[in-house]
């Protein structure tokens, strides 16, 4: 199983043990709302689906997507998610997306997260192109894109039916290209 070490977080495969973990912390409206496929309530039912779709993607001999749960080192404890979707090999790209459970907001964790998946986007992975596709009116996430250098490409009107809430978003779209990305 694959694992990305920072000095504070540990990307990793979910698994049913932080199942818990997961629930608390995406199981808020106010995390939620920001996500496109996550509904809420959100009960064991979803994360036992999610930690098996993971498992499952995980299986492909080329992975088109990389899953991971975030974990806080200090607290042994899983306090969002992040990945890698949607990869084309062929044309070098694919998407980022994150989320952070409310209690752990504006304490860096996301950055020192994206930094990582930057990192293994462009060096590993050797894609040339990453994206990350954000509601408009979620201000926070889309100055993370900003801080990282990404480009705005534009607005996607009416592209995104949020799960949990059934509202409709506008998606910003913004994106970085290799050259670009300066660790």
Same mark, same amino acid.
């Given at each position: 199983?694959?694992?990305?070490? /920072?000095? &504070? =977080?540990?990307?990793?495969?979910?698994?049913?043990?932080?199942?818990?973990?997961?629930?608390?912390?995406?199981?808020?409206?106010?995390?939620?709302?920001?996500?496109?496929?996550?509904?809420?309530?959100?009960?064991?039912?979803?994360?036992?689906?999610?930690?098996?779709?993971?498992?499952? !993607?995980?299986?492909? !001999?080329?992975?088109?997507?990389?899953?991971?749960? +975030?974990?806080?080192?200090? @607290?042994? *404890? +899983?306090?969002?998610?992040?990945?890698?979707?949607?990869?084309?090999?062929?044309?070098?790209?694919?998407? %980022?997306?994150?989320? %952070?459970?409310? !209690?752990?907001?504006?304490?860096?964790? +996301?950055? $020192? /997260?994206?930094? $990582?998946?930057?990192?293994?986007?462009?060096?590993? =992975?050797?894609? &040339? &192109? =990453?994206?990350?596709?954000?509601?408009?009116?979620?201000?926070?996430?889309?100055?993370?894109? *900003?801080?990282?250098?990404? /480009?705005? $490409?534009?607005?996607? &009107?009416?592209?995104?039916?949020?799960?949990?809430?059934?509202?409709?978003?506008?998606?910003? %779209?913004?994106?970085? %290209?290799? @050259? $670009?990305?300066?660790?």
């Amino acid at each position: 199983m694959m694992e990305i070490k /920072t000095k &504070r =977080l540990i990307l990793r495969q979910p698994t049913m043990k932080y199942a818990k973990d997961l629930i608390e912390n995406i199981n808020n409206l106010d995390v939620s709302k920001w996500l496109l496929v996550a509904p809420y309530p959100y009960t064991m039912k979803d994360a036992k689906w999610y930690i098996n779709h993971c498992e499952e !993607k995980a299986k492909e !001999k080329t992975p088109t997507s990389y899953e991971f749960s +975030i974990e806080l080192k200090s @607290e042994k *404890k +899983i306090i969002g998610g992040c990945g890698i979707s949607g990869i084309d090999y062929d044309q070098g790209i694919a998407d %980022l997306g994150y989320w %952070l459970g409310e !209690k752990y907001w504006r304490q860096g964790i +996301i950055t $020192e /997260t994206i930094n $990582e998946l930057i990192n293994y986007s462009f060096n590993k =992975l050797k894609l &040339r &192109r =990453l994206q990350i596709p954000i509601f408009s009116d979620n201000i926070p996430s889309n100055n993370v894109a *900003k801080k990282f250098g990404f /480009t705005f $490409e534009g607005v996607l &009107r009416k592209k995104a039916v949020c799960k949990a809430t059934g509202k409709i978003h506008d998606e910003n %779209l913004w994106s970085l %290209l290799k @050259e $670009e990305w300066k660790n």
